[in-house]
């Protein structure tokens, strides 16, 4: 049997294809199950993150192993077989092991050296354990792999080499602005109570936020979640609130970081244009009855105001509109659709700043301008792409900053929990998955790195030596087993030949046996080892079956057990 993994990652696939190829918990369990019942594997582990699925699985035949786990992945995933293929990577035997090593130590994370794929691995070992669909290999993989793990994080500095997710996200949001300073006083909604909402939350209060607010479905949860936050001594206020309270909080709060398992959106771009809308209008009113003339600047000119929309249209429009949505038609008919803006883009300089119905500054007032304008705006972005294509690509997906941003939001979640959409609105910042990625992409490798990838080298080599030396025990103990047994049937025919030895000599005629026994097989066997743990030395196993004509039955029932003691004594994942 040999150890094979399949999957994809944020490295192989784009963020679309892992989004909709995310497992939820009761998709995990089901593939596990579907895995074992499929005749190459005899026991398997998936790991599932924001950033990663993969199978591993102990497959008796290499080709037939990757054509069932492609297939069950796209079964489970609900992505198409043929258009998950490009994305998907596979290891096998040592390559496999180096791949998990790695993945452990945070080398292959989007941020290098965040810790928290850890607390994941452990997890999916805890699953494979509960559903007894992780055996020897597994169980022996993933411990290996937490505690190779823990040794690049204590032994090196990998953990300058790239923060937490969650505080890389926080970083990004406050964009070129220190943490601590940008999110001082400020207050924040962490929608979720899961461990990575739970790690957002902390490292929120850890940075010196002034209140967090916890919304989760289960109200215990996040209730647990801000007790625990209170008792921090970060000094911050914590409270709950059920997630039909999330909308009243937009309006209050400066920063959301959301994290859930919802298989929907959580927040979606309406939600988040009244939020931001309902807070611009709470502008007290006497500050601007105080105000004198000077200070309201001069009174519009009533042929500028925006004239209402038909009934029904969805979009106010001022005197100016025809010219713009005349434009916009053009566009339409050239390209066939009434583009989607995507990522935030460079507008070239050229551009008319009059074809937005939002405002190219983002500074817009937001009262009165609907999801409908937005999308003009964003299509009116849309148009400066050609020349945005030789700019720099921005890992911002708004036009806000850190410091003028009303809203920053940060999406952890995997398939995401705010609509995307949301980069269109003028005082909003969003930093999800994809953006961190873009960001993170040339980050430069800090000399830690090197030290990890010998730290996994050198762990390969000595869990692949100890797994080969591993697959030759049962056949040197079916070996000595045979020989004990072998002694036994001569000690019984000598007291048939020789029925007057005394006990005192009879037990010295077995001992004397027995050593020559265990002298004749002590060097082979333990030659054997030490052949068998080399590269190439599964063939030393086979060739001690043969030498000695040991019964397959034996050996393999010996394998069962020792198996069966590994699993008991390996417990949970630790």
């Not at 007057?500 to 020559?516: N, S, Y």
Request: charged share 20%; net charge negative; with cysteine.
């Amino acid at each position: 049997m040999s150890l094979l993994v399949v999957g994809l990652s944020h490295r192989s696939a784009p963020v679309s294809v892992l989004e909709r190829a995310a497992l939820p918990a009761d998709a995990k369990l089901k593939l596990l199950h579907d895995t074992l019942a499929a005749e190459p594997a005899a026991e398997a582990a998936v790991l599932a993150t924001c950033n990663r699925i993969e199978l591993y699985a102990d497959v008796d035949k290499f080709h037939a192993g990757v054509a069932e786990l492609s297939t069950l992945l796209a079964q489970h995933s609900g992505v198409a077989l043929e258009e998950l293929t490009p994305y998907l990577y596979v290891h096998y035997e040592d390559r496999a092991v180096h791949h998990l090593f790695s993945v452990a130590c945070g080398l292959d994370s989007m941020v290098v050296g965040e810790g928290q794929i850890l607390g994941q691995i452990k997890d999916a070992l805890a699953l494979g354990q509960e559903t007894h669909t992780a055996g020897r290999l597994i169980n022996d993989l993933f411990q290996q792999a937490l505690r190779v793990g823990k040794r690049a994080h204590s032994e090196t500095g990998i953990d300058r080499a790239g923060q937490s997710l969650v505080t890389f996200g926080l970083e990004q949001l406050a964009v070129h602005a220190p943490v601590a300073e940008w999110a001082a006083g400020k207050r924040a909604l962490v929608i979720g109570a899961g461990s990575m909402s739970s790690l957002a939350a902390a490292t929120l209060a850890r940075v010196g936020v002034a209140e967090i607010v916890v919304a989760n479905r289960t109200a215990e949860r996040a209730e647990r979640l801000a007790e625990i936050l209170v008792a921090s001594g970060t000094g911050v206020a914590a409270s709950a609130v059920a997630m039909s309270g999330v909308a009243d909080e937009l309006t209050r709060v400066d920063v959301v970081v959301s994290c859930t398992g919802a298989t929907g959106l959580v927040l979606t771009a309406d939600d988040v244009l009244a939020a931001v809308s309902s807070s611009a209008a709470d502008v007290p009113a006497q500050a601007s009855a105080a105000a004198g003339p000077a200070d309201r600047g001069s009174a519009p000119d009533p042929a500028s105001r925006t004239s209402p929309a038909p009934a029904g249209s969805g979009l106010q429009v001022g005197p100016d509109s025809a010219d713009v949505v005349a434009r916009l038609a053009a566009a339409a008919l050239t390209h066939g659709r009434l583009a989607d803006a995507g990522a935030a883009r460079t507008i070239a300089a050229g551009t008319e700043a009059d074809g937005c119905p939002v405002g190219p500054d983002g500074r817009s007032a937001l009262t009165g301008v609907d999801a409908s304008s937005l999308e003009l705006h964003g299509t009116w972005a849309d148009q400066g792409e050609a020349a945005a294509q030789r700019q720099p690509r921005r890992s911002t997906r708004t036009h806000a900053d850190g410091a003028t941003a009303r809203l920053a939001l940060l999406d952890l979640a995997m398939p995401r929990d705010i609509d995307a959409a949301v980069h269109r609105i003028p005082g909003v910042r969003l930093v999800d998955i994809e953006s961190l990625a873009e960001a993170s992409a040339d980050a430069p490798m800090a000399a830690d790195v090197d030290a990890v990838r010998a730290i996994v080298a050198e762990e390969v080599a000595a869990f692949g030596a100890a797994q080969r030396a591993a697959h030759i025990t049962p056949t040197v103990v079916a070996l000595r087993a045979m020989a004990a047994e072998v002694v036994a049937m001569e000690v019984a025919r000598l007291d048939g030949r020789v029925p007057d030895l005394d006990e005192r000599q009879r037990a010295e005629v077995t001992q004397t046996v027995r050593r020559v026994v265990d002298k004749l097989l002590h060097a082979p066997t333990v030659r054997v080892k030490q052949l068998a743990s080399e590269p190439g030395g599964a063939g030393y196993a086979e060739a001690l079956r043969e030498l000695f004509d040991l019964d397959p039955q034996t050996v393999a029932s010996v394998s069962r057990a020792d198996a069966a003691d590994k699993n008991d004594d390996s417990g949970r994942a630790s």
